[in-house]
């Protein structure tokens, strides 16, 4: 396999891993997976580089399900190194996370090295990047320990993209409902930027490009909770947070220029008591909305966003909603910000997002943040996790005899942030039963958002996720 990339079946992988003289970095992968295509040029870089000091090869999941199984694939495109030149046996490596991204190249700079290292929690090898010189990684670091995940120091001191970087990673970004995978893709990177941005630090307005930051979302929530609508509490400084801004402002006697700067933020936080345990004034108006919206879906605009895996259910999905009235834009972009901006140009009411993964069960996600969530994205995002456990039940309980339950959470994934209607990530799995119940989730989903018109304000003993 030395110098070029091989493609391991569940036939050939024991052997051809047995037979290796170097380490061998195994990609678990599938046709469907944008993140995959991303990275497939820099493991072609890889094979090239470090020819005679480390193999790459590939498992594509839907042809070899069982390998995904036996290595608790959960989430794809997954490395795993493999080392000694022999099948791994009770001490396996555990998944190998690197940083594909424009933002942190780590793997594509010439002081790269990819070498074998002792995961401390269960002593597995797993795969690192090194370079003490790299100033990237040195900067991750940095931000990981200023948002409270601090890197082991021997990972820090010797510049080490290593196990303990990849924990504070998957820590990381479980706090901030991320996608959790341990690699800093451009959502993570954006999202430790922001995370260093504290209240105070500096001047806040309208700007183009806007501001965004941790600490635009603590203006928002603050103002939301005095009564001042500053729009959804996304972090991200548009019109109607300055608006809110100079509002508050004129209410307080101080110049009303729509500027957060020292004077207006000392006064916010001298109000802060009063703000304490009160739902902004941006989820009380929404609620007002959807109760006052159309109950039927006649003339209804809906975008269903297709992430790839899932483009013959957008399909079935549309064809039923326009059937029942509704004008549907089908959007099949794999870039989030994208899908986000064509929503919103489109002035869709609903936005429902499909995403195939390689996981053992499947979960909607509306968007949520400390002290806020959306309310239409909430209850339509329940609905639709009670419409999957009913389209799947069927086909997964019969033949695994598991307990069917769709998570239903709040997150921050740019899609659920960058939308400015109730919005739902629908993330569906496992791929083969998906494949079977194409028909009945499309049914299932269609009447979710029907049902969901009918009554967006109901259920109100749901409690976010």
């Not at 007002?288 to 003339?299: N, Y």
């Amino acid at each position: 396999m030395t110098g070029s990339i091989s493609n391991l079946s569940e036939n050939t992988f024991d052997e051809e891993i047995g037979a290796a003289t170097e380490p061998v970095l195994v990609d678990f992968w599938a046709e469907w997976c944008g993140p995959c295509k991303m990275i497939a040029p820099i493991l072609e870089e890889i094979a090239v580089e470090q020819s005679g000091s480390v193999q790459v090869a590939k498992v594509n999941v839907d042809e070899a399900p069982e390998l995904a199984r036996r290595f608790e694939v959960m989430s794809i495109p997954t490395l795993i190194l493999f080392a000694n030149g022999s099948p791994p046996h009770g001490s396996w490596v555990r998944k190998a996370s690197h940083s594909f991204s424009r933002n942190w190249p780590l793997t594509s700079r010439p002081s790269r090295e990819i070498r074998t290292a002792t995961a401390p929690d269960r002593g597995e090898a797993v795969a690192t990047v090194t370079g003490s010189e790299d100033p990237t990684i040195h900067d991750l670091h940095r931000r990981l320990a200023e948002a409270g995940h601090p890197v082991d120091r021997h990972e820090v001191v010797d510049g080490v993209f290593g196990p303990d970087t990849v924990r504070a990673l998957l820590a990381f970004q479980a706090e901030r409902g991320l996608d959790e995978h341990g690699t800093v893709d451009n959502a993570t990177h954006a999202a430790l930027v922001e995370a260093g941005h504290r209240l105070g630090d500096r001047h806040l307005y309208l700007h183009a490009p806007m501001f965004r930051g941790d600490d635009v979302a603590d203006l928002q929530l603050r103002l939301g909770g005095l009564g001042f609508d500053a729009g959804r509490i996304d972090g991200i400084l548009g019109p109607d947070t300055t608006s809110a801004i100079t509002e508050f402002q004129r209410n307080i006697g101080l110049a009303a220029d729509g500027i957060a700067g020292p004077l207006t933020v000392d006064n916010l936080r001298r109000l802060l008591g009063r703000t304490t345990g009160r739902r902004p004034v941006v989820q009380v108006r929404e609620l007002d909305r959807l109760r006052r919206g159309r109950p039927d879906l006649a003339d209804q605009r809906i975008a269903i966003g297709e992430f790839g895996g899932t483009a013959a259910l957008a399909t079935a999905l549309t064809r039923i909603l326009r059937a029942r009235g509704a004008n549907v834009l089908k959007v099949d972009q794999p870039d989030e910000a994208l899908q986000a901006g064509t929503a919103n140009d489109f002035d869709a009411d609903i936005y429902l997002g499909l995403r195939l993964e390689n996981h053992s069960q499947c979960r909607t996600d509306y968007f949520a943040t400390k002290g806020f969530h959306s309310e239409g994205g909430l209850r339509l995002a329940r609905r639709c996790a009670e419409a999957l456990d009913r389209a799947l039940r069927i086909h997964l309980e019969a033949a695994t005899h598991t307990t069917v339950r769709t998570l239903c959470t709040g997150r921050r994934l740019p899609i659920l942030r960058q939308t400015r209607m109730p919005a739902v990530l629908c993330t569906l799995a496992p791929a083969s039963t998906v494949v079977l119940a194409t028909a009945e989730i499309a049914d299932n989903l269609a009447g979710a958002i029907t049902n969901w018109l009918a009554d967006p304000t109901g259920d109100q003993t749901i409690t976010p996720g």
